[in-house]
């Protein structure tokens, strides 16, 4: 329980998006996932997903492979021509060697088997936290900028207060830092 304590802390800052077919799998998954992410958002097929992803843009998203549609695959295959950092976490009761082999050739961040483990989930969500907190990207019309975790929350705080927008901040900083 102190693990999930912990997890928690980091993924409160996060945003996440579950995209699972099966709507008994998809509910469990929003009620776990809810307490834990800022923000959750949930689609049933990979088609829906992808115009969900495209529009949100979450931190993490979590899929099933095999779904109506569009299946995970290549839901995950259109996500990655659109941003190829983006960390996705398989979720899936699947076997098939070949589906499976595809995951690795497209550098899922992690696999979990269904019938999900808690205690496996969480190790795996600690790792994507680990993984998303070396780096947090700033991306605007103009440039893009990569700065930690913290540095970034500062600046989306700063923009909110101030009603300008993170490039107007990043912009300011950066005129401080050359003068």
Not at 41 to 51: C, E, P, R, V
Not at 113 to 134: G, M, Q, R
Request: hydrophobic letters at 40%.
């Amino acid at each position: 329980m102190e693990d999930l304590i912990k997890l928690a802390e980091e993924t409160k800052k996060l945003t996440a998006m579950i995209v699972e077919d099966r709507e008994e799998d998809n509910q469990l998954m929003q009620s776990f996932f809810k307490n834990i992410f800022k923000s959750i958002y949930s689609a049933t097929n990979g088609k829906d997903g992808l115009a969900l992803y495209l529009d949100k843009k979450p931190d993490v998203v979590i899929t099933d492979l095999i779904m109506p549609e569009m299946d995970g695959i290549e839901m995950c295959e259109e996500i990655r021509k659109v941003k190829p950092e983006q960390i996705i976490v398989v979720v899936s009761a699947s076997d098939d060697i070949e589906k499976v082999s595809k995951t690795i050739a497209l550098n899922i961040t992690s696999f979990i088997y269904k019938p999900i483990e808690t205690h496996k989930l969480i190790d795996s969500i600690s790792n994507v936290v680990a993984k998303i907190k070396k780096n947090k990207t700033i991306e605007t019309k103009s440039f893009t900028v990569t700065v930690p975790m913290d540095m970034y929350e500062r600046i989306e705080d700063e923009a909110k207060e101030e009603r300008i927008s993170k490039n107007g901040i990043i912009i300011r900083a950066l005129k401080k830092y050359y003068e």
